[in-house]
């Protein structure tokens, strides 16, 4: 007998602690299958044949070459009716602790000794417990909350959260939230992994952006006076596919650079006839390969690093957030934040 339980897993580390103690009075661990949807798409399922069955990413992904991590989960879409969930909620429980800490954890993560399903989130539990605490202080300065406002998205005027079906007036629910967070283990000390989900940004996407260091010494002079960073950016969703910025020259006489990219994309190599995502999962799920499901410990861990946020945002008092235009890219202090470090966000 298996049992296959649909997200949120509980809504903070007590309760998902409690639910999997229910879970496991009557069930064992490798009959429960915990489905994150996001496990079973075909990009995010690539990501490991990408790192682990390419001789030439693996060497360069490490704090010697990279500069920084970017990871954006974009919806344009509101809450489409869901206001009485989304009260309950916000972005942070409903996509930063499961989709979003799955994605960094496959960045992240250190090659497992082989495919089966125990090693594979041995390695994933790894990184969430090498990420640093979010301490109260840190909250403040790395943690941007917002609420999207009344805007336009493809030409068409939305109304602001709070003015959707069954959002109090007054919510101080969010909506957008951006974070920084370090891994804080020997292949990634030091580099800044930039996360950010949100609802009425500027276009639906999923993405991790890779961003290299730049070269120790220019031998070249852009006209900007400066060349842009090697970014490697791996797209979830919608336009599937990787691809690769590097900087070239113009034909002609002088030295002129340009930004240019090499670009895979799916649906062109393979047809658009993949499995959804729920396909994938239930079959594996009556295989009994429980590697694209979370496990016990892998929940409880991201809701221990989640809980430290709410703890300070709760010990600031009910602040609203800042709102921000929908169909823009959040409000101005996600921005300021990595202005802070001297970077910015990119644009997928």
């Not at 493809?154 to 109304?159: I, T």
């Not at 629910?173 to 000390?189: I, L």
């Amino acid at each position: 007998m298996r049992v296959v339980f649909e997200k949120p897993f509980g809504h903070d580390l007590a309760s998902a602690h409690a639910l999997n103690d229910t879970i496991a009075s009557v069930f064992r661990e490798t009959q429960v299958f915990r489905i994150d949807h996001y496990l079973g798409k075909e990009t995010v399922q690539n990501m490991l044949v990408f790192r682990f069955a390419n001789s030439m990413f693996e060497p360069i992904w490490s704090r010697e070459h990279v500069d920084n991590v970017q990871i954006t989960v974009a919806e344009d879409i509101g809450v489409e009716g869901r206001g009485k969930f989304y009260e309950q909620t916000g972005v942070t429980k409903d996509i930063v602790e499961n989709h979003l800490m799955q994605l960094l954890c496959l960045t992240a993560m250190e090659p497992p000794i082989s495919l089966a399903a125990d090693p594979v989130r041995d390695e994933k539990v790894k990184v969430l417990r090498s990420l640093r605490p979010m301490e109260r202080t840190m909250v403040a300065e790395s943690v941007v909350r917002g609420q999207y406002g009344r805007g336009f998205v493809r030409a068409e005027d939305v109304p602001g959260y709070r003015e959707e079906p069954d959002v109090a007036r007054d919510s101080c629910v969010e909506t957008f939230v951006a974070m920084k967070v370090y891994v804080d283990n020997w292949r990634w000390g030091g580099v800044p992994f930039y996360v950010r989900a949100g609802k009425r940004l500027a276009r639906r996407v999923t993405e991790i952006a890779v961003q290299f260091k730049k070269v120790p010494h220019p031998l070249f002079h852009a006209p900007d006076g400066g060349m842009a960073p090697n970014v490697l950016a791996l797209r979830i969703q919608p336009d599937e596919g990787i691809s690769v910025r590097f900087t070239s020259k113009e034909p002609g006489q002088q030295t002129i650079l340009r930004d240019v990219a090499m670009d895979f994309r799916y649906g062109a190599a393979f047809g658009s006839n993949t499995p959804e995502a729920y396909e994938r999962l239930l079959l594996d799920a009556m295989r009994g390969d429980a590697t694209l499901f979370t496990r016990r410990d892998e929940v409880e861990e991201q809701w221990a690093f989640i809980d430290r946020v709410f703890d300070a945002w709760q010990s600031a008092g009910t602040v609203p957030p800042p709102t921000y235009p929908a169909g823009s890219w959040g409000p101005e202090a996600a921005h300021d934040m990595l202005a802070r470090d001297g970077r910015r966000w990119r644009r997928p």
